[in-house]
């Protein structure tokens, strides 16, 4: 038998599919790479993630050296087609898993510089890198849903959403950094709606933006509170970062924590991102008493993940002096933060 492709005019898919099925009745080894290398301008008609799935079967059938290993990696392009349904790159597609280098399994994050596309910028003291929520994003949540992000700050969560083509919420309780977040969304090119409100997260009543939106719950929240009073974001007594001692900060950052998961839909996924701090020569383990806080609040903990903390505005041009004060006291600089996944149960 002899397995060529013709182009019928269908879907390169319903193509594709129909030859890999010819090509597996095929007992030639020879005569199966030899289809599998004539299916080369169907699979350039084929999109992303799906196309890279089926390359990768596909290159292994060419340098296969036996029959059973060739029919092996057929099959497993038939299923992937099978399987593959309406898959989009913005979209995990478990079946099509070899396709997403890009989604991180591991609990240690190097991510390195800020991302500065698309809208992101570095202007703002307290901003986290947009490679966090992209990474939660896309393996969390799907195109169109709801994002929250209750400490908004210069619109990170809300300008990844919607290169993701997810929809969003944020709030601000600093004017002018509110100001220059909906300025940054307003100059985005995106179809996906969004909406920042100016106040402060545990008075902010969400029911009016929901009910306008057609949603009775989010999907997913993004929580990057303020590192205690590590920096000063406003003057505003309900800001988390005026707060007067440990205890004040966490009674402050679990009601905005608890709000935000009464929103938050069964099943859906929360993430926390937060640093620790100093105070009177010892370290405040800040980040998992924030961890515990959420865990306390029905959530599931999903992920502890560690990231890596480049060089802050505030110590670029200080390493020196940073490396001295750590010498001559006895502690450790801070080069990491932590990425905590739960899911509401």
Known sequence: ?????????????????????????????????????????????????????????????????GIERAHYYLRSVIRDIDNSGNANPLEFNISLWKAYDEIRTDSLWILGKRDREAGHSGWYWGNF?????????????????????PFCGSGTTLIEAARLRRNSVGIEINPEVYSRAVHAMGSLQHDTRSE?????????????????????????????????????????PADLSTSPDMDSFMSGFTGIAKKSIEVLKNGGYLGLVIGDAYRGGEIVPLGFRCMDAVASLNMKI????????????????????????????????????????????
């Open 1 to 65: 038998m002899s397995v060529t492709y013709e182009n019928t005019g269908e879907e390169p898919l319903q193509n594709l599919l129909a030859l890999c099925e010819g090509i597996l009745e095929e007992s030639d080894l020879n005569r199966i790479k030899d289809g599998v290398a004539g299916a080369a301008p169907l699979l350039n008609r084929v999109d992303e993630p799906l196309k890279s799935v089926i390359l990768d079967h596909m290159n292994r059938i060419l340098h296969s050296r």
């Open 129 to 149: 890198v947009p490679q966090i929520p992209h990474q939660l994003m896309m393996r969390y949540t799907r195109i169109s849903d709801w994002i929250l992000d």
């Open 196 to 236: 920042i409100i100016l106040g402060d997260s545990y008075s902010v009543d969400l029911k009016p933006v929901m009910e306008r939106n057609g949603m009775s719950s989010f999907d997913m929240v993004m929580l990057h509170p303020p590192y205690w009073d590590i920096i000063k974001f406003s003057e505003n």
């Open 302 to 345: 999903r992920g502890i993940i560690v990231k890596d903390i480049q060089n802050t505005r505030a110590k670029r041009s200080t390493e020196n002096l940073w490396r001295y004060r750590a010498l001559r006291s006895g502690f450790y600089i801070f080069k990491h933060e932590y990425v905590f996944v739960f899911q509401k149960l």
